[in-house]
């Protein structure tokens, strides 16, 4: 299995991001939120969220964006993903984490 790529000192783009950038507005293709939430099958609020970082793209929801817009649902679950390692690698259970005793020591 290919390794995702994480960056270290900032979170990755998120789903939303690539999706503001690459597909909405003029350097986009020129489509509403509305207009591609419309063509997804779901609320503008709901796309909203997405595209704000306040939803995680969903393997569903990876699926809706593959059809409409082309680009392999598992390019927007490693989007996904990057951004979920990043936020959970980053977080103050992370810290917690770190302080628990292995079993045993890892292999190098």
Same mark, same amino acid.
């Given at each position: 299995?290919?390794?995702?790529?994480?960056?270290?000192?900032?979170?990755? +783009?998120?789903?939303?991001?690539?999706? @503001?950038? &690459?597909?909405?507005?003029?350097?986009?293709?020129?489509? *509403?939120?509305?207009? &591609?939430?419309?063509? &997804?099958?779901?609320? @503008?609020? /709901?796309? /909203?969220?997405?595209? /704000?970082?306040?939803?995680?793209? *969903?393997? +569903?929801?990876?699926?809706?964006?593959? @059809?409409?817009?082309?680009?392999?649902?598992? *390019?927007?679950? /490693?989007?996904?993903?990057?951004?979920?390692?990043?936020?959970?690698?980053? +977080?103050?259970?992370?810290?917690?984490?770190?302080?628990?005793?292995?079993?045993?020591?890892?292999?190098?």
């Amino acid at each position: 299995m290919q390794k995702i790529e994480i960056p270290k000192h900032r979170r990755p +783009s998120t789903p939303g991001d690539v999706l @503001r950038e &690459l597909f909405l507005g003029d350097d986009g293709l020129s489509i *509403t939120q509305g207009d &591609l939430a419309v063509r &997804l099958g779901i609320t @503008r609020q /709901n796309l /909203n969220a997405i595209i /704000n970082g306040k939803r995680a793209v *969903t393997p +569903s929801m990876a699926m809706r964006l593959e @059809r409409v817009l082309g680009v392999d649902m598992q *390019t927007w679950l /490693n989007l996904q993903m990057a951004v979920d390692i990043y936020d959970a690698q980053h +977080s103050e259970e992370a810290a917690r984490i770190a302080k628990l005793k292995p079993l045993r020591k890892h292999a190098a």
